[in-house]
């Protein structure tokens, strides 16, 4: 993708201090308007050209003899010559010019050499230290500015400009105090060379006093100037204030229109970027450059807006600019994310010239479509690769969750000494998450450490992370305690919290919200807002997430695509149907994820018709799918009917056909689920045995599921045989497995599973049921008497279950997934944790109010009985959200028409 920061020194006009600097940079010409002078001069020695070079220089004919080096002779005085010293100077000048453009340092230091013997006030010590300056000899540039007796606003402005464009931003800082301490007064393209070296170093502080400066001495209305202070508040993350200094300009170029217009790209006002460019037009009338069309793909990009990307493609092909590079890397970019693959291997095959750049697109683009290999064969045809390469494949992987490559990937960058960055450990990290590994993560660490990444924030905000994902809390609560206190660390906080959620600690979860808002320690931005919807959605505190809602309002988040996405999604979690809604068609902008999010809140609600309604509403609109779309409308077939399995099948196969998206492994165990909870066990194994590529343990645990649904223990054992040798240290596997065994009455095939599980020393994490009353969660296990209210829960819960036996209410016993005495399999049924739950839900709100409570994983059928009989003896809706999706249990019906 090209950068969406132009360089704003392009715009700058020849400098008008200096006579030389209007001179064409072409070698010196006859018919040259700028050179009248009708002499000649005799040929340099052959040290001065290449056989490549023309005669480039006309001399004064009646000033030279037959010596060829009379004008580098050590008695030459430009006293002797009256009549051609500004000829001279200005031909010497050229010379310096044309070793610039040729590479040439002999060149320049030859003239150097020479012109050391005239007078000062006619040495071109200006354009000798551009010359150094272009050839990176900042050695020799400095000497020659050292060695002026009266060094011009030019001197120190090539100096302190070259210095800033060369990774020297120090030297530049004292040359700039130098220059103002010598009382000698800047001008524009000083304030461009200073305000260069503020960005690069982000140095805002200083930066807003240079601004002060130019508004001080009247330089605010040079446009390049703007321009440079523009692009100094976009870099250093000041994007508001950019549109309100471009407002201030009274002359705007090219350049100006870019640098609001990418500002507003990068702080994903897509709708505000779209609209400026419509102004530039109108207003204007200004020709678009190759840096206009990438920032607005990238907008097109970031707002899913494919019919504005194919003007914008069109408009590129109108103008000529299709063949330019950066628009060109910048069209991969966009097609990626709203296109199909077809799209962007053809515009690959189309460029003529492609550059690293242009590679690293395509690795990404492959990843993101999902195709690993692919991506791994375009890295190893790459010409030349550099750091962002190999950090785009390490990120494809995390992104497609192959954790175990990334993490070799890396090694493999550590070997060959790849530069590493930021986002290479953060993505290291996030590989290691993904593999929830104990000692990997304790190596990690370990690495980290020693190579003196643990102070970085970005990094530390990764391991806090990991740690969560590996079940590490007290490591993670080592390093929140040192961080929450320091500066910027809310990040550390939204971690924090999320793992708490993530682990199953949802009362200090909750508890760690209220207290970085009561201490004001977690700035509520776009990022954390979204976190903390996110938890209110994952454990059903909507009354938290109503504050957050509100807050965000208030701040003015909302026009973050992200927020709003993260509000709609909570109101789905929190069964809260309609402000799901309400939210989404309020929203000001909208993409994919946000279309995503609300045909899984229908899903997630057991809406699947409405689910497809979306799903029909997008066609029509244009809107391109991308590969969730297709998990989350595949598995809507599940909520709908058999008579639509067809259908289903003729979506997966046109994937590929229709919408260039190559199944994954989530697509086909989301097709496999459907045809496995429909009967169809035979043709979804069949399915399984035709994958284009090996099935990973996500599509054979589909299979499995189904296998226990309809009790099939035939596919159910071959099925379990797969997923045992694919993740032989997953504890949920074997609990499948055994599972399956009991619901079939094959005990001691359970019992060996389980046996073998403890031998290996796997345990699961139970099932936990909840219920927030009184701002508090309140967490059942079966069986569970931790309640300070225990009694009082199991009392109640007698009474009940007394009540819904009267009513019809019979025990499933097959539930109970051991093997013991039909009374004892009664006590196991009675005592878990919803029913904890629901009794004292019932217990602590008023008569007529609904109960609302949620379970970590797939409810059980007596339960799910049981709680339709609980609706009608206490007259109230119950709603529960387990892992299938939303129960609503209403006078003895439930949502899910006994099917989850």
Partial sequence: MATLVQPYSSSMPASPSSSYSRLPLSPLLPQNPFFHCPLKLPPLPSRFYSASRAQFLLYPASSVSSSPSLFLSESFNCKDFPDVGDSLVEGLINLLRLSARCDDAELVRAVHAFVLKLEEETYPSNALIAAYLKLDLFSDAYNVFRGLSYPNVESYTRLISGFSKSNREDEALKLFFQMRNSGIEPNGYSFVAILTTCIRIMDLQLGLQIHAMVIKLGYLDCVFVANALMALYSKCGYYEVVP??????????????????????????????????????????????????????????????????????????????????????????????????????SLFERMAV??????????????????????????????????????????????????LKALNLFVKMVEAQIELTDFSLTSFISASSLLADYRISKQIHGFVLKFGFGSNACVEAALLDMYTRCGRMEDARKIFSRWQLEEGSSVAWTSMICGYARNG???????????????????????????????????????????????????GLLSDIGVGNAVVSMYFKCWNVDDAIKMFNHMPTTNIVSWNALIAGYLLNRLGDKALGIWSNMQKKGI?????????????????????????????????????????????????????????????????????????????????????????????????????????????????????????????????????????????????????????????????????????????????????????????????????????????????????????????TKPGKSIRIVKNILLCGDCHTFLKYVSIVTKRDIFLRDSSGVHCFSNGQCSCKDHW
């Fill in 244 to 345: 309100k200094l471009f407002a201030e300009i009274t002359q705007r170029d090219i350049v100006s229109w870019n640098t609001v217009i990418s500002s507003a790209v990068n702080e994903f006002m897509y709708e505000s970027a779209f609209q400026l460019f419509r102004n530039m037009q109108a207003k204007d009338a200004l020709r678009v450059d190759y840096f206009t069309l990438s920032s607005l793909l990238s907008a097109c990009a970031g707002s899913t807006a494919v019919m504005e990307g194919q003007q914008v493609h069109a408009h590129a092909i109108k103008i000529g600019l299709d063949t330019n590079l950066s628009v060109n890397n910048a069209l991969i970019g966009f097609y990626t994310k709203c296109g199909t693959l077809n799209n962007v291997v």
């Fill in 354 to 403: 492609r550059d690293v750049i242009t590679w690293t697109e395509m690795v990404t683009a492959y990843m993101e479509f999902g195709l690993v290999n692919l991506a791994l064969q375009a890295f190893g045809e790459m010409p030349e690769k550099n750091s962002f390469s190999y950090n785009a494949l390490l990120s494809g992987f995390c992104h497609n969750g192959e954790g």
């Fill in 505 to 555: 600690q949802l009362n200090e979860a909750i508890s760690l919200v209220h207290r970085s808002q009561s201490e004001g320690k977690m700035v509520m931005d776009e990022i954390s807002s979204s976190s903390v919807l996110g938890l209110c959605g994952t454990i059903g505190c909507q009354e938290v997430g109503k504050q957050v809602h509100c807050h965000a309002l208030k701040l």
């Fill in 624 to 844: 391109k799918p991308d590969k969730v779309t297709f998990v989350l409308i595949i598995s809507a077939y599940r909520q709908t009917n058999l008579n639509l399995v067809d259908d289903c099948r003729n979506l997966f196969d046109s994937m590929r056909t229709v919408y260039g998206i190559e199944p994954t492994s989530e697509h086909y165990a989301s097709f496999i689920s459907v045809l496995g909870y429909w009967g169809l066990l035979e043709e979804a194994e069949e399915t399984i045995s035709k994958m284009p590529f090996e099935p990973d343990a996500s599509v054979w645990r589909a299979l499995l599921d189904s296998c226990k649904q309809h009790k099939n223990t035939i596919i159910g054992k071959r099925t379990a045989k797969h997923i045992l040798s694919l993740e032989p240290r997953d504890p949920s596997t074997y609990i499948l497995v055994s599972n399956l065994y009991s619901a079939s009455g094959i005990w001691h095939c359970s019992e060996a599973v389980r046996e073998n599980m403890r031998d290996k020393g796997f345990r699961k994490h139970p099932a936990q049921s909840w219920i927030i009353s009184q701002r508090k969660i309140h967490s059942f296990y079966a069986r569970d008497r931790s309640h300070p209210h225990v009694k009082d829960i199991y009392r109640g819960l007698e009474i009940l279950i007394l009540e819904c036996l009267k009513v019809g209410y019979v025990p499933d016993t097959s539930f109970v997934l051991h093997e013991v005495e039909e009374h004892q399999k009664k006590d196991f049924l009675f005592y878990h944790g919803p029913k904890l739950a629901a009794t004292y839900g019932l217990l602590m």
